[in-house]
């Protein structure tokens, strides 16, 4: 693996996450309530139940996969699939072609793309030292190579970068195939170097962010997340057959 420079605003963004918002400012209309999960997962909310049901079931029509990071009135650093009102909040992860738990695409099976892009993916995949069936998995993941893609979060292009990340790997025009492989590409390259080299964990970084995979000292146990790797992983060793 080459060592990548990075700036140092690159590495405390990647590992941090981009904070969005206004302030720490409390919401005005209800109490935040903690509600531990069955399965251990710990949500703080202010919306009643009724609410909660309206927006899961949006939620869920709609395809948002998200965790927000943010802390709460205590001061208590906080986890939860749905938007804190009025608080500055981390987004820990976004809407994704791979993300959905519920898909419906046979992952063993669907039609590859080895064609569109095919320089350039190979390019940066020896500029980067990341391996080009590594790059086309999460292009196919990402945004099943729609080159103008925007999520829902505001991932952009075909690798789907966020603006702020975008920026910091020298971006200027996420819509152009050619700097959107290789700001991609450079951000395997930091993951893989940053996880010694397990593309487990550096897709599930991709995905959840850098901080989620360190926290839980491994694939976080989101759903979303966990179905995000097993699919990239599954398109990877075909597209590796492929190549």
Not at 36 to 45: I, L, M, N, Q, S
Not at 139 to 155: F, L, M, N, T
Not at 220 to 226: F, I, L, Q, V, W
Request: neutral net charge.
């Amino acid at each position: 693996m080459v060592i990548t420079k990075f700036p140092f605003s690159l590495f405390i963004l990647l590992l941090t996450g981009v904070l969005v918002g206004t302030g720490f400012s409390s919401p005005v209309n209800a109490e935040i309530r903690k509600i531990v999960h069955p399965d251990g997962r710990v949500e703080y909310t202010n919306l009643s139940d009724k609410q909660r049901t309206i927006h899961y079931t949006n939620q869920k029509k709609n395809s948002v996969q998200n965790v927000y990071k943010y802390r709460n009135q205590e001061g208590v650093i906080a986890f939860s699939d749905q938007r804190p009102p009025d608080i500055t909040f981390e987004l820990l992860r976004f809407d994704c072609y791979a993300c959905g738990v519920n898909s419906t695409v046979d992952w063993h099976s669907t039609p590859l793309n080895t064609k569109d892009y095919k320089v350039t993916v190979q390019l940066m995949s020896e500029k980067y030292e990341v391996p080009a069936a590594l790059v086309r998995a999460v292009i196919h993941a990402e945004s099943a190579y729609q080159v103008d893609a925007v999520s829902k979060a505001g991932a952009q292009g075909l690798m789907q970068l966020m603006p702020e990340t975008a920026e910091e790997l020298g971006v200027t025009k996420p819509f152009s195939a050619v700097q959107n492989i290789e700001g991609g590409t450079k951000y395997l390259a930091f993951l893989l170097e940053h996880f010694s080299g397990d593309e487990r964990l550096a897709t599930a970084a991709y995905n959840a962010g850098p901080g989620a995979v360190t926290r839980y000292k491994g694939v976080p146990p989101y759903a979303e997340t966990e179905a995000y790797v097993e699919r990239v992983a599954i398109l990877r060793n075909r597209y590796a057959d492929q190549l």
